[in-house]
């Protein structure tokens, strides 16, 4: 089992840049595939993008490309968001998430792990 917890959320202006963490506890992390995940109020949660174990394969929903860049340290159990140019509509609530066997990597269906999340938001 794995237990994850966010970090790095909080206030900045359109345009600005933010770096969340998650930091896993538990065994194997190097097993997992990673994703973070985000929910705006009144919205859907929304896949932003996830990383393969080893962090060979990357995706990225559209709206972030180019501005969002996601990472992972297995030796620190971490997996990162490099957060830059961040408009308004990026404010919500960042999940991580975390599973060893994720056929569809855009589906949060597929993830059995999730931390509790953290705030980011935008002010324009």
């Known amino acids: 089992q794995v237990q994850l917890v966010e970090s790095g959320g909080g206030l900045v202006q359109a345009g600005g840049s933010l770096r969340l963490s998650c930091t896993a506890s538990?065994?194997?992390?190097?097993?997992?595939?990673m994703a973070w995940f985000r929910q705006a109020p009144g919205k859907e949660l929304e896949f932003v993008a996830s990383?393969?174990?080893?962090?060979?394969?990357?995706v990225y929903t559209n709206s972030v490309k180019g501005r969002f860049t996601i990472s992972r340290e297995n030796a620190k159990k971490s997996v990162y968001l490099q957060m830059s140019s961040l408009k308004p509509e990026d404010t919500a609530v960042y999940y991580c998430a975390a599973d060893q066997i994720v056929p569809d990597y855009r589906s949060a269906s597929q993830y059995t792990y999730w931390g509790p999340g953290t705030q980011v938001t935008v002010s324009s």
């Open positions: 538990g065994r194997n992390f190097v097993n997992y595939a």
């Open positions: 990383i393969s174990c080893k962090g060979s394969e990357i």
